[in-house]
Protein backbone atom coordinates (compact mmCIF):
# COMPACT_ATOMS: atom_id res chain seq x y z
CA UNK A 1 0.00 0.00 0.00
CA UNK A 2 1.50 3.72 -0.85
CA UNK A 3 1.13 6.23 1.84
CA UNK A 4 0.63 9.46 0.74
CA UNK A 5 3.32 12.14 0.81
CA UNK A 6 3.62 14.25 3.76
CA UNK A 7 2.93 18.13 3.19
CA UNK A 8 5.25 18.65 5.78
CA UNK A 9 8.31 17.36 7.66
CA UNK A 10 7.50 15.64 10.86
CA UNK A 11 8.31 16.56 14.34
CA UNK A 12 11.33 14.85 14.47
CA UNK A 13 12.89 15.61 10.90
CA UNK A 14 12.11 19.35 12.32
CA UNK A 15 13.82 18.75 15.35
CA UNK A 16 16.77 17.55 14.07
CA UNK A 17 16.86 20.46 11.55
CA UNK A 18 16.92 23.01 14.15
CA UNK A 19 18.93 21.37 16.98
CA UNK A 20 22.03 20.61 14.39
CA UNK A 21 21.59 24.06 12.69
CA UNK A 22 21.73 25.27 16.42
CA UNK A 23 24.92 23.24 17.27
CA UNK A 24 26.25 23.30 13.72
CA UNK A 25 26.68 27.97 14.13
CA UNK A 26 27.59 27.31 17.72
CA UNK A 27 30.27 24.68 16.88
CA UNK A 28 31.15 27.16 14.04
CA UNK A 29 31.33 30.14 16.08
CA UNK A 30 33.30 29.11 19.05
CA UNK A 31 36.15 27.14 16.27
CA UNK A 32 36.54 30.58 14.99
CA UNK A 33 36.71 32.31 17.82
CA UNK A 34 38.96 29.91 19.82
CA UNK A 35 41.38 29.33 16.98
CA UNK A 36 42.88 32.66 17.30
CA UNK A 37 42.82 32.63 21.54
CA UNK A 38 46.67 32.74 22.96
CA UNK A 39 47.21 29.37 24.18
CA UNK A 40 45.49 28.98 28.28
CA UNK A 41 43.52 27.04 30.09
CA UNK A 42 40.50 29.00 28.67
CA UNK A 43 41.29 27.74 25.51
CA UNK A 44 42.05 24.49 25.91
CA UNK A 45 38.56 24.40 27.66
CA UNK A 46 36.68 26.14 24.64
CA UNK A 47 38.55 23.26 22.44
CA UNK A 48 37.13 20.42 24.31
CA UNK A 49 33.89 22.07 23.70
CA UNK A 50 34.30 22.33 20.58
CA UNK A 51 34.74 18.34 20.18
CA UNK A 52 32.39 17.64 22.10
CA UNK A 53 30.29 19.47 19.87
CA UNK A 54 31.75 17.86 16.79
CA UNK A 55 30.91 14.51 18.33
CA UNK A 56 27.62 15.14 19.08
CA UNK A 57 27.22 16.21 15.56
CA UNK A 58 28.24 13.46 14.03
CA UNK A 59 26.15 11.43 16.22
CA UNK A 60 22.82 13.90 15.46
CA UNK A 61 23.96 13.64 11.95
CA UNK A 62 23.96 10.04 11.91
CA UNK A 63 20.65 9.60 13.49
CA UNK A 64 19.37 12.36 11.32
CA UNK A 65 20.33 10.36 8.27
CA UNK A 66 18.91 7.38 9.19
CA UNK A 67 15.44 9.33 10.11
CA UNK A 68 15.63 10.61 6.46
CA UNK A 69 16.13 7.56 4.83
CA UNK A 70 13.27 5.56 6.30
CA UNK A 71 11.27 8.43 5.96
CA UNK A 72 9.36 10.03 3.30
CA UNK A 73 9.86 14.01 2.89
CA UNK A 74 7.38 16.07 1.66
CA UNK A 75 6.85 16.45 -2.26
CA UNK A 76 8.96 18.97 -4.36
CA UNK A 77 7.46 22.56 -4.24
CA UNK A 78 7.15 23.43 -7.98
CA UNK A 79 10.20 25.16 -9.58
CA UNK A 80 11.89 24.79 -12.33
CA UNK A 81 14.10 21.77 -13.03
CA UNK A 82 17.68 23.54 -12.37
CA UNK A 83 16.59 25.10 -8.60
CA UNK A 84 15.48 21.29 -8.10
CA UNK A 85 18.31 20.14 -8.81
CA UNK A 86 20.42 22.78 -6.62
CA UNK A 87 18.33 21.86 -3.86
CA UNK A 88 18.97 18.43 -3.57
CA UNK A 89 22.54 19.06 -4.50
CA UNK A 90 22.88 21.45 -1.69
CA UNK A 91 21.35 19.17 0.56
CA UNK A 92 23.14 16.05 0.22
CA UNK A 93 26.11 18.40 -0.06
CA UNK A 94 25.14 19.61 3.30
CA UNK A 95 25.03 15.55 4.73
CA UNK A 96 28.16 14.87 3.69
CA UNK A 97 29.93 17.87 5.55
CA UNK A 98 27.63 17.04 8.66
CA UNK A 99 29.73 13.36 8.74
CA UNK A 100 33.36 15.80 7.07
CA UNK A 101 33.42 18.32 8.93
CA UNK A 102 33.77 16.52 12.19
CA UNK A 103 35.33 13.30 11.07
CA UNK A 104 38.36 15.61 9.58
CA UNK A 105 38.24 17.31 13.22
CA UNK A 106 38.68 13.90 15.04
CA UNK A 107 40.95 12.53 12.86
CA UNK A 108 43.50 16.05 13.06
CA UNK A 109 42.71 15.75 16.93
CA UNK A 110 44.21 11.89 17.07
CA UNK A 111 47.02 12.52 14.86
CA UNK A 112 47.93 15.77 17.11
CA UNK A 113 48.08 13.30 20.15
CA UNK A 114 44.96 14.89 21.37
CA UNK A 115 42.34 12.35 22.99
CA UNK A 116 38.70 13.03 22.80
CA UNK A 117 36.72 12.21 25.93
CA UNK A 118 33.23 13.16 25.00
CA UNK A 119 31.45 15.65 28.05
CA UNK A 120 34.91 14.70 29.65
CA UNK A 121 33.34 10.94 30.37
CA UNK A 122 33.21 8.96 27.27
CA UNK A 123 36.70 8.57 25.91
CA UNK A 124 36.43 7.64 22.46
CA UNK A 125 39.31 5.90 20.33
CA UNK A 126 41.69 7.58 18.44
CA UNK A 127 40.58 7.99 14.63
CA UNK A 128 44.05 8.12 13.04
CA UNK A 129 47.51 6.90 15.02
CA UNK A 130 49.28 9.54 16.59
CA UNK A 131 51.44 11.35 13.69
CA UNK A 132 52.10 15.09 14.30
CA UNK A 133 52.85 15.19 9.97
CA UNK A 134 49.45 13.92 9.15
CA UNK A 135 48.61 16.26 11.75
CA UNK A 136 49.87 19.29 10.04
CA UNK A 137 48.30 18.11 6.64
CA UNK A 138 44.58 17.38 8.49
CA UNK A 139 44.64 20.43 10.09
CA UNK A 140 43.89 23.01 7.28
CA UNK A 141 41.11 20.86 5.66
CA UNK A 142 38.65 20.86 8.92
CA UNK A 143 39.22 24.75 8.30
CA UNK A 144 38.57 24.27 5.20
CA UNK A 145 35.60 22.14 5.10
CA UNK A 146 34.01 23.87 8.12
CA UNK A 147 34.01 27.43 5.80
CA UNK A 148 32.64 25.40 2.87
CA UNK A 149 29.78 24.15 5.69
CA UNK A 150 29.26 27.79 6.29
CA UNK A 151 28.72 29.06 3.21
CA UNK A 152 26.49 26.03 2.19
CA UNK A 153 24.19 26.89 4.97
CA UNK A 154 24.08 30.70 3.92
CA UNK A 155 23.22 29.57 0.55
CA UNK A 156 20.45 27.28 2.45
CA UNK A 157 18.58 30.09 4.47
CA UNK A 158 19.34 32.66 1.29
CA UNK A 159 16.96 30.12 -0.83
CA UNK A 160 14.88 29.83 2.61
CA UNK A 161 14.20 33.51 2.60
CA UNK A 162 13.78 33.64 -1.41
CA UNK A 163 10.71 31.03 -0.83
CA UNK A 164 9.36 32.77 1.64
CA UNK A 165 9.69 36.57 0.30
CA UNK A 166 9.86 36.56 -2.88
CA UNK A 167 7.99 32.92 -3.87
CA UNK A 168 5.84 32.97 -1.06
CA UNK A 169 5.31 29.38 -1.47
CA UNK A 170 5.16 28.05 2.27
CA UNK A 171 8.37 26.55 1.96
CA UNK A 172 9.97 27.66 5.48
CA UNK A 173 6.14 26.50 6.67
CA UNK A 174 7.53 23.18 6.37
CA UNK A 175 10.13 23.50 8.54
CA UNK A 176 8.90 25.31 11.11
CA UNK A 177 8.30 24.61 14.60
CA UNK A 178 4.82 25.36 15.02
CA UNK A 179 2.11 23.61 12.43
Known amino acids: MNTPTP ?10 HWVLALAI ?3 FGMGVYMSDLPFSPQRLKYYNWHKW ?6 ALSALR ?13 PAPAWQKLAAHATHWALYALFFAV ?3 GWAYSSAAGFPIVWFGVVPLPDFVS ?28 AAAFKHHF ?4 GL ?3 MSLRS
Request: charged letters at 20%.
Open 7 to 16: TRYSAVAIAF
Open 25 to 27: VGA
Open 53 to 58: AGVTIL
Open 65 to 77: LLWRLTHRPPADL
Open 102 to 104: PLV
Open 130 to 157: PDKALAEAIKPWHGRLAWLLAVLVLMHV
Open 166 to 169: IDRD
Open 172 to 174: IGR
